[in-house]
């Protein structure tokens, strides 16, 4: 039976019907190390539209994921606890951008078809942390140096999702390298910046990162973010016979 709520999302909503076991191994096909990559076929299924998943933010992603395991869950009566990873979130205070009070410097959403993108090249936690940083931020970033040994600013324009995934990892890929050129004490100012602009855009979930990839961090009754990072699944709402088969079709 097919559901009939919608989700929510910043600008538009997207429904939640059940997967259809043929959809469920289409997604299953792809490794399941690509957990971004599934979560994109998995909304690309929902929606019927095969570009939206790059568009979304990756806490709209997870939003969706998380919204159509507890329905999964509940047609199953079963008690997921999926509910205290989303946070209160009113759609028109989420700003499209998150700007420095005192530098030219801005930092954006990262959506899906940037974490796509990282996901097929990162193999470590400051992997991942460059990569992001790479894909977000825009401005005026001050990590050049003049030839007096002065710093100096170098402008990075946004990564915008109409670039094919390939020209996106060129792009971050160039960046990266230059991060990974900074001295110590201009990395960390850096992240300092980064981490002041991501806290603005926090919305639905909050999200992290590890080793693996994006995690979501729980919250408690205020909707403040917890301690303890989960990662979530594209396929774990599965269960019996369609569960063991997608994990077939991996193997």
């Known amino acids: 039976m097919q559901t009939a709520i ?3 999302l910043l600008n538009g909503t997207v429904p939640l019907p059940d997967l259809t076991i043929g959809q469920a191994m289409d997604i299953a096909k792809i490794p399941e190390r690509l957990n971004e990559k599934r979560i994109s076929a998995l909304i690309a299924h929902l929606s019927g539209d095969s570009q939206l998943a790059g568009r979304l933010t990756v806490q709209e992603r997870y ?16 008690q997921g606890d999926q509910s205290r990873y989303i946070m209160p979130t009113i759609q028109s205070e989420v700003p499209e951008n998150a700007s420095h009070s005192d530098l030219a410097v801005s930092l954006q959403h990262l959506r899906g078809k940037h974490v796509c993108v990282l996901e097929s090249q990162c193999e470590s936690l400051y992997d991942w942390l460059c990569g992001q940083m790479a894909c977000q931020l825009h401005g005026e970033l001050p990590i050049g140096v003049n030839e007096d040994g002065s710093s100096a600013v170098e402008l990075w324009e946004p990564i915008s999702t109409e670039l094919t995934e390939s020209e996106i990892n060129k792009i971050m890929q160039e960046r990266v390298g230059k991060i ?9 100012y850096l992240v300092s910046i980064y981490n002041s602009l991501s806290f603005e855009l926090v919305h639905f979930v909050d999200i992290s990162h590890d080793d693996e990839g994006i995690t979501v961090l729980p919250c408690d009754t205020e909707g403040l973010s917890g301690a303890e990072p989960a990662r979530f699944l594209a396929l774990a709402a599965l269960r019996g016979t369609a569960k063991r088969l997608a994990e077939l079709a991996t193997e």
């Open 6 to 8: 919608d989700c929510e």
């Open 63 to 78: 939003y969706v994921l998380l919204n159509h395991q507890m329905i999964a869950n509940n047609k199953y009566s079963e």
């Open 180 to 188: 990974n050129d900074l001295p110590e004490h201009v990395f960390n």
